[in-house]
């Protein structure tokens, strides 16, 4: 029960941040100007502009309300299954939501559709709104999560192995690998004497790291266990504490990673 609570808090983290407040506010323009749902000809622009903001605020609390009640149940975040039952989760409670907001605000000025005409459209928005998502970010998201990840032996260190990587350093730059980072086309290799860059995918330099033990925690970033110091909140995001000194930031799809370890 205390994991179900969790899981369904942790969704709301994101609610606060930019992205979220610029999709609430984009979708009362769209919904004011374009009036779908009879509201063109039964409202103002003004009383528009303030029925599609009602609308538009209801549908990401409930949809996150939805995805997280799906997660509650047993579905894996990132996976058909947990969008599919989210979608159906989120219609059915936005679709309750526009129904009493009709009836409470605007009785007298608005017909609502049908019930099942009105959830099936939501249905179709929610399952493509879903499908978009993974289809966008499928690396930071889902691909991450579903990646191998390598083992954490307590007793083994960077300095342990010398991977294949290694090699790609130029002279004077040694010590363990602590961190992989993103720049542009190239690779910039984080070690406990300085950092070098090398014109490689992230991936490739990942697989050229051999047995280090570490996890790709981002699309842009690859850390060796024994290189985090800790971990920081900041905005509702989520960041390591390398004793490199650097931050670097937490994806969602490697958050479940990182709890396993006892780090988050």
């Not at 960077?158 to 690998?177: K, S």
């Not at 060796?224 to 920081?232: C, F, K, L, T």
Request: contains cysteine; proline residues 6%; positive net charge.
């Amino acid at each position: 029960m205390a994991d179900k609570k969790a899981a369904f808090f942790k969704s709301y983290r994101a609610l606060l941040s930019v992205e979220v407040i610029g999709i609430v506010v984009l979708a009362a323009l769209i919904g004011a100007l374009a009036g779908p749902f009879g509201t063109f000809s039964a409202m103002g622009f003004g009383l528009r502009l303030i029925y599609w903001a009602l609308v538009s605020t209801m549908s990401v609390l409930l949809g996150y309300v939805a995805f997280a009640l799906a997660r509650g149940i047993g579905c894996k975040p990132g996976t058909s299954r947990h969008n599919a039952v989210g979608s159906v989760f989120m219609a059915v409670l936005i679709t309750m939501a526009v129904r009493v907001l009709d009836q409470l605000v605007y009785p007298h000025i608005l017909i609502p559709p049908p019930f099942l005409f009105l959830f099936f459209n939501i249905l179709l928005i929610a399952m493509a709104v879903g499908v978009v998502r993974r289809m966008i970010s499928p690396t930071e998201d889902e691909d991450i999560a579903a990646r191998p990840q390598a083992p954490v032996p307590d007793a083994v260190t960077a300095e342990a192995v010398r991977p294949r990587l290694a090699r790609r350093l130029p002279e004077g730059i040694d010590g363990a690998i602590l961190h992989l980072s993103v720049s542009d086309h190239h690779v910039d290799i984080h070690t406990e004497t300085g950092t070098a860059s090398v014109r490689m995918r992230l991936a490739d330099a990942i697989e050229a790291m051999d047995g280090v033990p570490g996890m790709r925690v981002h699309r842009s970033h690859w850390v060796a266990r024994e290189a985090i110091d800790g971990v920081v909140r900041e905005n509702g995001r989520l960041f390591l504490s390398l004793r490199t000194g650097a931050r670097v930031p937490v994806s969602r799809g490697a958050r479940p990673v990182l709890e396993e370890m006892g780090l988050v």
